[in-house]
């Protein structure tokens, strides 16, 4: 997408060497759009039923619909019209999710500033799963010292990858 072109790249995160992260190439101020999240539309009940291995890369739109990024198609070289997949999760978070009417894509997810982003600085997200901890991820921490020990159950639920 153009408008990221100027505002993001993706590159090695800084939260795990071994994923990818989101970061600002010029200054994102707070309540501005940083990127994009776009990908296949599937219905809650498709992206539940699949191992949990194979819907790492999903994204609540509304409640009939999933945004999908196959993990075939994570890597940056296989997808690039959308980067907002690559943003990590992270407290206290910098961005946030907000639901867009987009002129190519039609209605898709949006990242947008909560604050201030300096150029260099990656772009984080606040997942916001809400679930058991035996049901959460074991890397997600929900800000209040409790991180998951688990798979989430309700992957639709808001889950996106975090590789």
């Known amino acids: 997408d153009l408008y990221e072109l100027d505002r993001v790249e993706v590159r090695k995160s800084l939260i795990s060497p071994d994923m990818d992260g989101l970061f600002a190439r010029a200054r994102i101020s707070s309540g501005e759009l940083c990127s994009w999240y776009n990908g296949l539309r599937c219905t809650h009940e498709e992206v539940n039923a699949r191992e949990w291995a194979a819907a790492q890369a999903t994204m609540t739109l509304d ?3 999933v945004l999908d990024i196959p993990l075939a198609l994570a890597s940056v ?4 019209a959308s980067l907002g997949h690559k943003a990590n999760h992270s407290l206290p ?7 867009f009417d987009h002129p190519r894509f039609g209605l898709i997810k949006a990242i947008r500033a909560v604050r201030d982003i300096e150029p260099g600085e990656e772009v984080c ?3 916001g799963y809400d679930g058991s901890k035996e049901d ?3 890397w997600y921490d929900d800000g209040r010292g409790s991180q998951g020990t688990g798979e989430p159950s309700g992957l639709s639920q808001g889950w996106q990858s975090v590789a």
Do not use: H, I
């Open 136 to 138: 959460l991820p074991c």
């Open 125 to 127: 997200c606040d997942y």
């Open 63 to 65: 409640a009939e619909t």
């Open 93 to 99: 978070n910098n961005a946030k999710y907000d639901v």
């Open 77 to 80: 070289t296989a997808f690039c």
